[in-house]
């Protein structure tokens, strides 16, 4: 499912193409049978086969959720041609706010717990989406410098807050009750995700909300002269990637029973990454939902893999640089024409 | 009339420049007590000492901080504490480099990395100024004095447990933080080769890097346990590595078949065990090592009044214990003082 603007070249009047040859000639095609070569390859080569074990499809499932949420952010960023590099700080901060808020219900009952700590992770993420949003809109500083200082600011914020340690002694529901448990054999922080990656991929492609940053990813210029007013547009798109990453923030709770305020600064370049593998444009106007979670599975894939076939640490790095680059030249490879013969043109 | 206006602003421009810098140049010598390291009443002045730490905000290095601004306080010192709230030893070295700048009389440092630091440490050495080690030797060994923990003791409970809990067989996963940070290798580096010679049947995997994230622990935790169905224990190195890996068996529901052990008494770990989820870990003593260290430079300073002459570099280590908690002695007085602390108070 990629959605894009009609940029240069794609004429109205062009040859029509089949949804076959358009599947085959999108690169979350590609992307996606690099997973599904790689899932088979670690399945035959782990002993007895244990990396489609049902445990192990648990773990990739596990290892998806914060990956997918932070990802949907950044894939709906870089579609309206803006960049986020503080989601990871973002996450921090919301699952400190959320954490230390839990820890002062923990009396109070599992559904004031849940209720409490997921309204704070959120709001929390919120308002520095909206800090982001006001530093973009109207300081006019470009979103990526912008989102570069306030990865600083609120990794700040969120050791202050803290006293500049973890919080601990959570409310052991919080993990029993969701970060562990299951429903039908799936884990609840990925169903989480998952649904917000269904949600956010009908507004992409069902709303006019979608269509609207599409449009000024393509270009901003244009949009406005068209009459969308991006100001108020960029705000709930900034204040929306809050939001996700707040969730992506409780989740991280949730699961591990503590936070890790040290551990999350990079976690924007992964998704960043996980977004433009699966062929969202760094450049605007183009957006891969399904490209988004073939490139998020793609990482979760190798981490896991790679550890369950017993690969050492040091081969792993070369082993993930060089199946990145092979999943972007395959792509680069392809619209220059030099790709597989079958492609849909 | 244009070329005066741009004169003139270039001279209002130098002008501003030469204020701020005045001002800052004022600033740093109203803080720096006294600069030039030693001064002639070095006997009985306030000492300025500056603490720095491999990571601001981990318990361990806070617990250093505590025993540092005690010992400080003792002995009418101030104690300032600084250095990255990120895994990097280079941003360590640039803030061990930025505090000797401002001329403090004496300085700890508590390194990632042994190398890197030894351009600043003779340089301040040099003009009398101490600067002790601790939690890790300095490579060359140019430091006044360290302060570390007798690894090779720490071991050895170590072994004893992870073979009782594995019965001498089996596999051990080994999760480490990252490479390259000795500190952090030394707490397995002389821990395999000793299990490996107590127990040859248990095979002790090659170490993997979490990079003191939680959620990389988990991941790889997950990983090694679906690859090795005879895991009996993963060790983890430290804190996060620890939470991580303790998620991760949680998740896969193997508790009783594959035990967590590992390094540091983070608030986090001592939760961890009171829940039955970490069988043991060792303690370290952060606050002695940090206290000892302090004491010394000012020992040194006040019975080096009025010199200027280099500070001798010694390759004398100082060990300080270690204990093995577990859940039947952590609420003990004596496991007590090897818990690492979240603020001095």
Redesign the interface.
Known sequence: MTLSIARTGELPGAKQRTRIQRFVGNNAFWLLLIDAVLVVLFTAV???H??I?P??I??LM??SG?GLLLGIAIAFLLGAGEFDISLGSNLILASVVSGMLAQKVASAGIGVVFAVSIAAAIVSGVVVGAVNAFIVTRLKVNSLIATLAMLGVV?GVA?IV?????V??LP?TL?NDF??ATLLGI?APFLLAFLAWVIAAIVLRRTAFGLHLLAMGSSRAAAERAGLDTRRKLLLLFMAAGALAGMAGFI?IT????T??????EDSLSAITAAVIGGTMLEGGVVSMTGLLGGVVLA?IL????????V???YQLIVVGVILVAAVSLDQLRQSGGGPRFRAR | MLKMRILSSYFIGGLAVLSVSALLAGCSTGTSGGGGGVSTDAATKTLRIVDIAALINDSFFITGKCGAQAAAKANNATLEFEGPTGNSATDEIKAFAAAAATNPDAMLLAPFSNTGFSTTVSSLMGKGAPVWATGQTLEPADAYGTTITDYFKAAEPLVQIIGQLSGGAGTVGLIADTTGNTTDSDRYTQLVPALEKAYPKLSVLSPQYAQNSTSTAATIAAGLIQAHPDMKVVYASSGPEAVGVAAAIKAAGVGSKVKLVSFDSSPDQITLLKSGQLAATVGQSPYETSYIGTTQVIKYLRSHAGSTSAVPATATVTSTPTMLLTSGNVNSAAAKTYQYMTSCS
Do not use: M
């Open positions: 782990s002993i007895n244990t990396f074990s445990a192990n648990k773990n596990l290892d914060e990794s050791y803290s006293g500049g340690t973890d601990v002694g052991a993990q970060g562990v884990p991280d699961r591990f029973g503590a890790n305020i040290a551990g999350h600064t979760v981490a896991n893999g790679l550890v369950v076939i017993n050492s640490a040091y």
